[in-house]
């Protein structure tokens, strides 16, 4: 609808605020009670003015949870998940949508079918797996009696173990299947002419040389919206990383801001937990600040 | 430069077969054109010759190479598609080299090689452009400047200007020939417009439901149509078709209304026939001149350089093409003329042309 009068300018813009002030509000109470000193923080009703204990707040906090390598551990399995989100569901897309092969359709489903069991439903066998990679495999050959067919000939207890508790890998390996990625490259990949695949056969690029020299490029956009998704979906991540890093030195900063909030009859520093969180938040706002322009295009059309 | 032989070629889709046993040879350094309606096969038929889609039978060769199972980069041929098929993120020059970088060319190679076919194209000043900013027709050249580049044995074209303008597709129809003048490569173009395949074409393919009608040069196929739907499909307006009947005395037109003294030659009295006169070859007399067929004309049709007038012929719909500007009024009376050896006869049952009523037809010298 493209109308335009002043009333409705006025009505629409109110509209706009409301939703505007909805969404800023939280923000700038956080900031401001990271301004304040202990003493007015506890305030009731809080002051709305800034006060001027920011930067000391600040230090305090990154001081106090030690945020410096905890930031570190959060970036490296944000980026991490979000770059194996991208590769692998290109991939995955790529195939499904340009190669002919048998079970085709039911990978396709078998991959839609994931999208209903989530990290949450399957934390405790996944667990299991990361405690030791080499489960599986143990149960195998334990069911199958190849581990006591083992045991009598050669003596040796079969004890396959592979612990990736406490690692990056651990982190991030788990976390980087994906399914809406997989469907958002499918459809975009639909989308790319037939004839242009055709033309790259004639030109004699293979399937690989097409995937890399032509398909990527196009989807530059998607691969940009997809990744800042992964990113803030990865960083905010709060379970996964609390169940398997019982060493401090793997923690990420979203578990680690569960020190500086104040324990029931502690010391209220609520200032000292909203700099915290200022920390906390700054990153994934600069990644979609910096991505927006090819997330937006991403996500709302193909490119023309 | 290469010969290309077509043996017995099917294509089948599940159980639906859209190609039937198709022949052809195609000579070194010929222009081809496969005219035909949508969905005659001669797309799927090109598509067979570049590799893009698998033969369900019989053999193309290239050169005297069987390419059945050989995959496209390396049967030789360049193809011009009808949605030219850019990679749309590549500059123009990119788009050119592409297949150099991917047969691994040097760059400084690549590069001079890129400029020399832009050169021939007029596309030296664009080099630098991305495909959408340029013009249908100019994206239609570097579709050509990719296909040139690497120098193939076989151009193919599918359709390649049925998405320009009327005045674009004149103008690139002739920069086509040139460049085929010039290259003297062998190129196969597959088109459903016919003003297309006869200017283009050293010898025209007529295919219908996945079959050839016809080989021939524009000039055989026009003036000596092997079928009944080749002498439809050619030319425009189309040529008339009256259905008739032999008689002992000749032939009985239009269920017994109008009458035909032609020699029946071999054929059966009673056999079903249908006689075929082109728009041209009418002209137009004053009604009850004898010897010609009396009709009433219903519309006409100005096209500058001439008219079409659509006439009733005891309920049949006939056409003539007159250049004279003086023309009759509709719902007026007029006479059809025509010389006997501008009727084409064909069998009513399998539309194939009879041969049987004259000794001899001329063939305009070519």
């Known amino acids: ?304 | 430069m290469a010969s290309i032989t077509i043996r017995d070629v099917r294509k089948s889709y599940a159980k639906m077969q859209v190609v039937h046993g198709v022949n052809l040879d195609i000579a070194s350094g010929e222009f081809v054109v496969i005219l035909g309606p949508s969905g005659c096969g001669k797309s799927t038929l090109l598509r067979m010759i570049a590799g893009l889609e698998e033969i369900s039978g019989g053999t193309i060769a290239i050169d005297g190479k069987v390419v059945n199972t050989l995959e496209p980069r390396e049967r030789g041929c360049a193809m011009v598609f009808q949605n030219y098929a850019l990679y749309p993120h590549m500059s123009v020059a990119q788009n050119i080299g592409y297949s150099l970088k991917v047969a691994g060319v040097p760059v400084a190679e690549r590069a001079q090689r890129i400029q020399a076919v832009a050169r021939i194209l007029e596309l030296e000043h664009l080099l630098d452009r991305k495909p959408m900013a340029l013009s249908g027709g100019q994206r239609q050249r570097v579709a050509m400047g990719r296909a040139m580049i690497r120098e193939p044995k076989v151009f193919l074209f599918d359709e390649p200007l049925s998405n320009l303008d009327a005045k674009l597709r004149v103008q690139m129809r002739s920069e086509i020939r040139k460049l085929h003048r010039r290259l003297s490569a062998t190129s196969v173009f597959v088109t459903h417009d016919q003003v297309e395949a006869m200017t283009l074409a050293d010898r025209l393919v007529v295919m219908n439901g996945g079959r050839v009608e016809q080989v021939g040069t524009p000039a055989e196929v026009y003036s000596r149509p092997a079928s009944r739907f080749v002498a439809t499909f050619v030319g425009a307006p189309a040529m008339n078709m009256l259905e008739g009947e032999v008689t002992l005395d000749g032939l009985s037109l239009l269920g017994g209304s109008r009458k035909l003294n032609v020699s029946r030659a071999g054929l059966p009295v009673g056999s079903k026939i249908a006689v075929g006169i082109r728009p041209e070859a009418v002209r137009l007399v004053a009604p009850g001149t004898p010897g010609a067929l009396d009709a009433t004309v219903d519309l006409v049709e100005e096209l500058g350089a001439g008219r079409v007038i659509y006439v009733d012929l005891d309920g049949a719909a006939f056409s003539v093409v007159t250049s004279e500007t003086a023309h009759p009024a509709p719902g007026s009376a007029v006479g059809l003329q025509f010389s006997e050896a501008d009727l084409h006869f064909f069998s009513s049952e399998t539309g194939s042309r009879l041969d049987v009523f004259k000794a001899s037809m001329p063939v305009p010298a070519l």
């Not at chain 1, 493209?2 to 505007?20: D, S």
């Not at chain 1, 002030?21 to 301004?35: D, K, Q, R, W």
């Not at chain 1, 991490?80 to 590769?87: D, E, N, P």
């Open chain 1, 1 to 304: 609808m493209v109308e335009r009068t002043p009333i409705l300018n006025f009505f629409t813009h109110l509209i706009l605020f409301v939703g505007f002030v909805f969404c800023v509000a939280p923000f700038v109470i956080v900031a401001i009670a990271a301004s304040h000193s202990l003493k007015e923080v506890n305030d009731v009703p809080m002051s709305l003015l800034p006060g001027s204990e920011f930067w000391v707040n600040i230090k305090t906090a990154w001081t106090t949870a030690d945020l410096g390598p905890k930031l570190f551990n959060s970036f490296v399995m944000a980026a991490g998940v979000a770059a194996g989100k991208v590769i692998i569901s290109a991939l995955t897309a790529f195939s499904i949508v340009y190669f002919r092969y048998p079970g085709r359709m039911l990978i396709f489903w078998l991959i839609f079918v994931t999208l209903m069991l989530p990290l949450e439903v399957r934390i405790v066998p996944t667990y299991a797996v990361v405690a030791n990679v080499m489960s599986p495999y143990q149960a195998i050959l334990d069911v199958t009696g190849l581990s006591w067919l083992i045991e009598k000939v050669s003596g040796v207890q079969v004890s396959l173990s592979l612990g990736l508790l406490n690692s990056y890998t651990g982190l991030i390996m788990p976390l980087i299947a994906t399914a809406t990625g997989t469907f958002l490259y499918r459809q975009f990949f639909l989308t790319v002419p037939d004839e242009l695949t055709e033309a790259a056969r004639m030109d004699g690029a293979g399937a690989l040389r097409f995937f890399i020299d032509i398909l990527l490029p196009l989807s530059r956009n998607n691969m940009a919206a997809l990744g800042t998704i992964m990113f803030l979906w990865a960083w905010n991540q709060y379970l996964w990383p609390l169940l398997i890093t019982t060493d401090a030195s793997h923690a990420t900063a979203v578990t680690e801001l569960k020190q500086l909030i104040p324990n029931v009859g502690g010391i209220p520093e609520w200032n000292i937990a909203m700099a915290g969180t200022l920390i906390v938040m700054l990153p994934p706002l600069v990644v979609v600040v910096a991505m927006q322009r090819w997330f937006v295009r991403g996500l709302i059309a193909t490119e023309k």
